[in-house]
């Protein structure tokens, strides 16, 4: 019981990577380590418990997928939509992400210390306790929360210029808040999004979520925190319900 | 879903096909292994002055001749054979894959600006919709477009694609999803120099076809890239848009975008919008091209199909996936994400 397991992932096919991390997780290990992990999909999907992975090189496509507990902690960047329908646990990306990261999300917290591609949160969703965050230190581009209907999203935007500078963010919202340190120009606004006041209650509310991503990446999240941010959230709850219905 | 991969040495320093084989293998999960292929530019150094002629042929004794005469009507066939290719247990051989260098003779087009390009087009035009058991899957100088029905590695091995040598590849994984998987249907798409490879959908190919056929172009093979590498043609060698006006066409940016650019840029991009209205791209897709002297990455303008780029030293890597180019390439310096609708391209230099 407990330990760590080392899996050298060298011209491993997905399929036996995820083999050996189950068997991995199942006998005990506390931690297991992936080496040289090159654009492995589906890396710990479905994955339940408290299971540590470290993830040393590129992260497939679907990272996380459905997964229930465990954390993800990579050291490179990952391809697309890494935390696909998450319910829970952490990952933790030390790069850059793809396209649709934190896709569908339901729970647990996807942390990305450099930039992600279009439609960041697309679809992330909430149910009473369970609230999914997306934590970004870098830039975002377009489309950021599209659908969001539910949960956290923040970009820093520490790779210097505005954070987010594409259009659509938060087309069709209906849940969920985005947050965005700077000003963010409401020309980029997509449909059935809207600027919300920050006060100290917001403030508050993603303090503890700015200071566990401060932790990871060795920075400091009063800094992080003391910028001005933009919150966008949705028009309406139903923003779109008399395109669908005769009501 | 498909995966595709191409590379541009600036110094025309010269790669074989291993790595890409592998770059394509490592991309199986976007291939159903009913179509895979590669475009390679350089590897007909002894015959660079030639059109290489790549034509599939149903049967080489009843469908040949008739390509010998046409083309010895044109010009002149300064050398010929079969590619060589190697049986590889689950690829069926379907087609007689022909190499011809062709020069065709200026005279017979002499009040063309571009006689010998125009003469090629012609014939390549000819002979696919005539449907008599040949289809021309590439016609550029010192290059050529190898692709099948299989997989990547298969089709590799079929061709020995490790034992071609150029610049400048692209390389492509096919998983079709509108029309079934055949050989003509096999990425890269090519005219001339220009070769294409393409992951989505291109919804608008009715309307774009029918924009493209009325300057003489003709889609034979029964799926949306063909018209691509047309468009390209059309635009670029013919009407005279640099590269990037080009993309402007096929993938414009929103009206409101256009609104808010300052008087020169949106007078042009309001001019290209309405002059090539027809050629805009609709549906998702992610795009490399390439003819002899440049290789351009392009998405559509809403960004629905993934595409990375990559440096290191001389070499422009653009890939659906990043873990592609680094295999390909492990000391890859630099990777980045083009914006949606925004070219990466790489020239050779001088």
């Excluded at chain 2, 022909?98 to 065709?104: A, M, N, T």
């Excluded at chain 2, 058991?133 to 020995?160: C, H, Q, T």
């Excluded at chain 2, 351009?296 to 030293?313: H, N, Q, S, W, Y």
Aim: glycine residues 12%; hydrophobic residues 40%.
């Amino acid at each position: 019981m407990g330990g760590t397991i080392r899996i050298d992932a060298a011209e491993m096919d997905y399929t036996a990577l995820n083999r050996q991390i189950r068997s991995a997780a199942a006998s005990g290990a506390t931690e297991v380590v992936l080496d040289h992990v090159l654009g492995q999909r589906f890396i710990a999907d479905g994955l339940r418990g408290t299971v540590r992975l470290i993830i040393n090189g590129v992260a497939g496509g679907d990272l996380g997928m459905f997964m229930s507990g465990p954390t993800c902690i990579v050291h490179g960047n990952a391809e697309h939509a890494p935390g696909n329908t998450m319910n829970g646990g952490v990952i933790v990306i030390h790069g850059s992400a793809g396209d649709a990261v934190a896709h569908s999300m339901r729970g647990g917290k996807v942390l990305v210390r450099d930039d992600i591609g279009y439609r960041g949160g697309i679809h992330m969703k909430e149910y009473y306790d369970k609230t999914p965050v997306l934590m970004v230190g870098g830039n975002a581009r377009a489309y950021l929360g599209e659908y969001m209907a539910g949960g956290l999203i923040v970009v820093f935007g520490l790779g210097g210029g505005a954070a987010v500078t594409e259009r659509g963010i938060g087309s069709g919202i209906h849940g969920g808040e985005i947050y965005i340190r700077g000003p963010v120009e409401d020309r980029l606004l997509g449909v059935g999004a809207r600027k919300l006041p920050v006060g100290d209650a917001e403030r508050k509310r993603i303090a503890p979520f700015v200071q566990e991503f401060a932790s990871h990446f060795d920075m400091d999240a009063k800094e992080l925190l003391a910028g001005d941010f933009t919150r966008i959230g949705p028009a309406s709850s139903r923003p779109f319900a008399s395109k669908y219905t005769w009501e | 879903m498909c995966g595709i991969i191409g590379v541009i040495d600036r110094g025309r320093k010269e790669m074989d096909g291993t790595q890409i084989r592998r770059a394509l293998a490592q991309m199986n999960e976007r291939g159903s292994g009913e179509g895979a292929g590669y475009a390679v530019y350089g590897c007909y150094p002894e015959y660079r002055d030639c059109y290489a002629l790549h034509v599939f042929f149903d049967n080489i004794h009843e469908n040949k001749k008739e390509v010998d005469d046409l083309l010895e009507q044109w010009g002149r066939i300064v050398h010929e054979g079969q590619i060589p290719t190697y049986d590889q247990p689950n690829l069926r051989k379907i087609h007689a894959p022909w190499r011809y260098f062709f020069k065709p003779d200026r005279s017979l087009m002499s009040w063309s600006p571009s006689p010998e390009d125009d003469i090629v087009t012609h014939l390549v035009m000819r002979i696919n919709t005539d449907h008599r058991g040949a289809l021309v899957i590439s016609s550029g100088k010192n290059m050529g477009v190898f692709k099948a029905s299989g997989w990547p590695e298969e089709v590799a091995d079929f061709y020995r694609i490790q034992d071609y040598r150029g610049y400048l590849w692209l390389g492509h994984n096919r998983y079709p999803t509108n029309t079934p998987g055949w050989w003509g249907g096999a990425h890269p798409f090519n005219l001339l120099g220009w070769s294409v490879v393409h992951n989505g959908e291109i919804t608008s190919y009715g309307t774009n076809q029918r924009f493209i056929r009325s300057y003489g172009y003709h889609c034979t093979m029964f799926t949306d890239t063909e018209v691509v590498a047309y468009l390209i043609d059309l635009l670029v060698r013919k009407h005279g848009l640099p590269e990037k006006m080009a993309v402007r066409a096929l993938a414009p940016p929103f009206w409101d975008e256009i609104d808010a650019m300052g008087e020169r840029e949106r007078k042009l991009n309001t001019a290209i919008r309405l002059t090539y209205g027809p050629a805009l791209m609709n549906g998702p897709f992610a795009i490399v091209v390439a003819n002899p002297t440049m290789m351009m990455g392009f998405t559509d303008r809403i960004k629905l199909r993934p595409l990375v780029a990559g440096e290191c030293g001389d070499r422009l890597y653009i890939s659906s996936e990043e873990a592609a180019i680094r295999r390909m390439e492990p000391g890859v310096e630099r990777t980045w994400m083009p914006r949606a609708g925004e070219p990466v391209i790489g020239r050779v230099n001088g």
